[in-house]
């Protein structure tokens, strides 16, 4: 099975520093949908594995996540297309869970969904979290310099073997190309 994770926040839509608090802030980043779309079309499972800690800080409430996930679901019905799974911590980072990237939950979640162990699975996030924990599990990091990815990029320590792209879409062009050699 051909699976990739992503985060939601600077990787499909936009990010902002005060959250994406409405549906009206979910924006998708140019090109991101169409990515989506083409792994898809090509036989992928798309995940998402979110951090949504502004439920924790009371920022919106779980009827706002919802409208903000049925306006990305529906941007991507527009598309011809879908995800197939989409888990997210709704915890703070003080809550200790084990959900909040980078602990390991969302990822484990997807595992055991799909049923797959996640070693090699590229995961594409735009900060830190998203790639220690994909490092953790043996997935394949991979960094956008969209949302975020420009500062995580030159402000943090990352894992080795990262890959990093301008965006979602030349990730997915470079999997596609990847997997046209198989």
């Known amino acids: 099975m051909k699976l990739i994770i992503l985060d939601r926040d600077g990787v499909i839509n936009e990010d902002f520093d005060s959250y994406i608090k409405s549906p009206e802030e979910w924006i998708p980043i140019p090109g991101s949908l169409e990515a989506i779309a083409s792994l898809k079309l090509a036989g992928w499972k798309?995940?998402?594995?979110?951090?949504?800690?502004?439920?924790?800080r009371g920022l919106f409430d779980q009827s706002t996540l919802n409208a903000i996930h049925t306006k990305m679901h529906r941007a991507l019905l527009d598309h011809n297309t879908s995800i197939d799974y989409l888990v997210y911590c709704p915890h703070g980072p003080d809550d200790m869970c084990d959900c909040r990237?980078?602990?390991l939950g969302l990822y484990r979640q997807i595992s055991?969904?799909?049923r797959v162990e996640?070693?090699?699975v590229p995961v594409v996030g735009d900060s830190s979290r998203d790639l220690i924990a994909a490092?953790?599990?043996?997935?394949?990091?991979?960094?956008?310099r969209t949302?975020?990815?420009?500062?995580?990029?030159?402000?943090?320590?990352?894992p080795q073997g990262l890959s990093v792209y301008e965006d979602l879409n030349e990730v997915a062009k470079s999997l596609l190309s990847e997997w046209e050699i198989f």
């Open 147 to 158: 949302g975020k990815g420009n500062r995580t990029l030159s402000n943090e320590k990352l």
């Open 118 to 120: 996640l070693t090699d």
């Open 46 to 56: 798309v995940a998402v594995a979110s951090n949504q800690s502004g439920l924790a």
């Open 112 to 114: 055991g969904y799909f």
């Open 101 to 103: 990237k980078p602990k």
């Open 135 to 144: 490092a953790s599990v043996g997935a394949r990091p991979i960094l956008v």
